[in-house]
C-alpha cells in the first residue's frame, strides 16, 4: 500500500528510500554532563531506523552555548562530542536512513538566563527573561558558529544538516518584523531581515563544503500579529532554491502564536499542508510537509496529490518507531497512534525533563529494554478491567509468553477513556483503545465481558498473578446544600455517558480536564455552562497545548469560568461562593454536575486473602491519574514479571 509514500527521492546528491522524514524533536535526553551524545540517545535513534524511516534528523543540535533551547541537548559547538556523534552514525546508518542534525540558536527562547536576539524584544509566551540586542560583531561570531557546526556534522559522518528558521528561534527572529525592528543591514527590509539567513548558508557552504546538503525548516506563517507570512516564504523560497538548499520543510507557528508549534488533538490532521502546497508552486527543490499527518493513507495522498514531495512525522514515531515499515507492509492496525495530548513529549521537554510519550513507555528507555531476556517462568495471569490499563498490561503480559486472561463487569472495554473520547474534540483518544482491541483479538487473548472477579473465578483460572485495573469513579464532595438543593446532582461520568438528562443552565463543580472536557461537551449541545473551579489553576494535568485548545473552545461557547473558589452553601436553583475574594451568587440553575476528585475502586483486593496468586494494582485503580501513568505502569509490571 501507499505507493507514492514508498518511492525513492532524489534531495540533492541524496536519494531517501521513501518519503518519510522523522522530524528534529528536542526530545531532552540523552546526552551527559559535557552534552556529549551517549547510549540512549543512540539507541533512541537506532530503534527508530530500524522502523524503516527514509531520513531522520538529531533535533536541538545548538551552534553556541548562548543559544542552547533546552538543557539535555546535543552540542555542536565543541569538538569533542564529535566522536561520540561518529558513533552514533555508524550505528544508525547500518540500516539504510539518512541521518542529518537540525542546527539551531534559540534567540530570545532559550532557556538560558541571558538570552541575545536580532533585537531586545522578549518572547511572548513561554520563556522569560530580558533580551540583549545582537551586535554586529556577535552576528559575526554566529554565523561562524554555524558554519563551525556544520563542518563538525559533516565531520561525524552525517548526511545532511537542515537550519531550524522556524517556530521563533533566531533565524525566525531575524526573518520576522514583530522581532526584529533593527535599523543596521540586518533589519527593516525583506533583503536585510533575510541576510542572516544567507550568510549562514554561504558560511556552511564554505566550511563543510558546497557538496554538504543543507535543507532548512522554515515557517509558512508564524501565526502571530506582523509576524512571518506565508507571502514571505514564498517569496524567499526561490532565492533559497538559488543559493543552494536542497529542501524546504515548511511549518508554523512561534511561541505565543494563534497556531501552535505543536498542535494538540484539536487541531485538523495536515494542518499545515496547505502552507507546503503554496511553497511547492515557486520552486523545483523537495518540499516537505508537516502538521498532524498522521495515518499512512493521509500521508499517502498528500504525496500522489502533489502538495509534497515528503512528509515529516515527530511524535508518530514516538509513539511507534516501526510505522514506516508497519505502513509500508500494509499492516496499519498494527501501528500504535499517537493521541495528539502533547502530554510526553513538549509539555515535559519545555519544563525541562526528558521527553517521553504517553502511549509508548519505551521512549528514552530503549538502551535499558534492548538486551532484556523473556521471562523464564511463564505464569497464568488474570487482568480485571478492560480500560486502557488493562488492555495495555495483557498486551503485554501475551507478548512476554504468559496465559492471559482479562475480565471485564461491563459489556464493553474502554472504560472511562472510552467515554473521554466522546468529547468534542477528543475522538483520538479512541485510537489507542482499538489499537488495544485489535491487538487482544490478533493475540488470541481471552476477553469475558460482563464478568466480575469473584472467588468462583479465581478457583476456574487458579491465576499466579492478578492485575486490577478495576479504574475509579468520581467522588461525591461534603458541601453545604448540595444534598438539599432542587437542581439535579449528577456527575461527569453520567453527563458523557448519557445515563442522566442534563438540564439547560448546568454550574460544573470542579476545574481540572475532566470538568472542563464536560464543560465543553454540554456546551456543544447549546447549554449555558458555569464551571467553578476551587483550584487557583485550570486543567493542570492536562499539556499546555492541548489545555489552549480547549480554553479556545470555551470561549467561544461563552462557558463562564470561575476559579479560586469557595463554596459557601448550594442553594435551590443555584449557588452562593467566593472567587478571587469576590462574593458572588448565580441562580436559575438546573443541574449541578460533579467533576472533581475521583476514587479508586479496589473492592476486588478483598479477595486476595482468599487465594495464593499475587495482586497489584495499576492505573487509576492504584491511584487516580493521567493516561500517561496508566499505560506505563501496565507495560512495566508485565516487562518485570
Known sequence: MASNLFSPIKIGNMTSKNRLLMSAMSINFGVDDNCCVTDQLVEYFVERAKGGVGMMLVGGGSVHPGGQELPDLPQMYNDDCIPALQDMVKRVKQYDTLFGVQLMHGGRQSYLPQKVAPSSIPAPAVVKGEVRALEIDDIKELISCFGDSAKRCRDSGFDFIELHGAHGYLINQFLAPNSNIRTDKYG???????????????????????????????????????????????????????????????SGGVYGSTELTIPSMYTPHGCFVHLADAVKKSVTIPVITVGRIKYPDHANQIIQDGKADMVALGRSLLADPYYPEKARKGDVSKIRPCIG????????????????????????????????????????????????????????????????????????????????????????????????????????????????????????????????????????????????????????????????????????????????????????????????????????????????????????????????????????????????????????????????????????????KKTTASFHFIGDAKSPRHLMYCISEAEEIAKSS
Open 341 to 608: 495530548c502533547c502530554l510526553g513529549c513538549i509539555h515535559a521537554v519545555l519544563a525541562k525533563e526528558p521527553g517521553s510519550c504517553v502511549v509508548n513507555p519505551d521512549v528514552g528507555r530503549e538502551y535499558k529494554l534492548k538486551d532484556d531476556p523473556k521471562p523464564v517462568k511463564l505464569q497464568t495471569v488474570l487482568i480485571v478491567g478492560a480500560g486502557p490499563a488493562g488492555m495495555a498490561a495483557a498486551r503485554q503480559f501475551a507478548l512476554q509468553g504468559h496465559k492471559t486472561i482479562l475480565c471485564e463487569k461491563d459489556d464493553k472495554s474502554g472504560g472511562m477513556l472510552s467515554l473521554a473520547s466522546n468529547a468534542p474534540g477528543r475522538g483520538e483518544l479512541d485510537d489507542i483503545l482499538n489499537f488495544f482491541r485489535q491487538e487482544l483479538e490478533r493475540l488470541n487473548i481471552e476477553i469475558r465481558y460482563n464478568q466480575e472477579l469473584s472467588e468462583e473465578l479465581i478457583r476456574e483460572i487458579n491465576p499466579d498473578k492478578v492485575i486490577l485495573a478495576t479504574g475509579s469513579m468520581p467522588d461525591m464532595p461534603v458541601i453545604k446544600g448540595l444534598f438539599q438543593t432542587q437542581m439535579d446532582l449528577v456527575t461527569s461520568v453520567d453527563v458523557i455517558s448519557g445515563k442522566e438528562k442534563i438540564g439547560e443552565n448546568v454550574i460544573v463543580l470542579g476545574g481540572g480536564m475532566s470538568g472542563l472536557i464536560t464543560a465543553d461537551f454540554l456546551a456543544d449541545q447549546s447549554k449555558k455552562v458555569v464551571v467553578l473551579n476551587r483550584k487557583k489553576s485550570f486543567a493542570e494535568e492536562m499539556s499546555s497545548n492541548d489545555r489552549y485548545y480547549l480554553r479556545e473552545r470555551l470561549k467561544k461557547q461563552s462557558v463562564v469560568l470561575y476559579k479560586n473558589v469557595s463554596v459557601k452553601e448550594f442553594i435551590n436553583d443555584g449557588v452562593i461562593f467566593k472567587s478571587n475574594k469576590e462574593n458572588l451568587s448565580l441562580t436559575g440553575f438546573d443541574s449541578v454536575v460533579i467533576s472533581e476528585k475521583h476514587s479508586s475502586i479496589r473492592e476486588a483486593k478483598k479477595i486476595e
Open 188 to 250: 527593516g527590509s525583506f533583503e536585510n531581515r533575510t541576510r542572516f539567513l544567507f550568510e549562514i548558508i554561504e558560511e556552511i557552504q564554505a566550511k563543510a563544503g558546497k557538496d554538504f546538503p543543507i535543507g532548512i525548516r522554515i515557517n509558512g506563517n508564524d501565526y502571530i500579529k506582523n509576524g512571518w507570512k506565508l507571502k514571505d516564504t514564498v517569496k524567499i523560497a526561490p532565492l533559497l532554491e538559488k543559493a543552494g538548499v536542497v529542501y524546504l520543510h515548511v
